[in-house]
């Protein structure tokens, strides 16, 4: 399967792997499955971090890298993205969130998320 990692996921899995479930981490592991990381992702972690958020304070080059060496595949926001975003119900505003949403919805992929309201969307999205 292919996975896209939700912002808080991704920055689980590679600083604080420790807060990560059982279950998000053998999703992760498995060789089966190609795991996914959105430019959204990265824009959101660079924004918190320069308004001083204590949860988002990271190097997003350095996470980037450190992706890229594990594997992870990169996928960038596109127009379709942006397109896909007006058929969403209004369950969540966070714009980051609704723009990963609107991604997996365009791409087939499954998000993999641990924020309640995010899994609350119809479609191929996984709380773990």
Partial sequence: MRFLLDTHILLWGAIEPERLCSAARSLIENSDNQIVFSSV???????KASQGRADFQIDTGALRRGLFDNGY?????????????????PI?????????IAQVAVEGFTLLTSDRTVAKYPGPIRRV
């Fill in 92 to 100: 969540h505003r966070a714009p980051f969130d609704r723009m990963l």
């Fill in 41 to 47: 992702s990265l824009w959101e972690i660079a924004i």
């Fill in 73 to 89: 595949v990169e996928l960038a926001a596109t127009g379709a993205h942006a397109a896909g975003l007006a058929g969403l119900p």
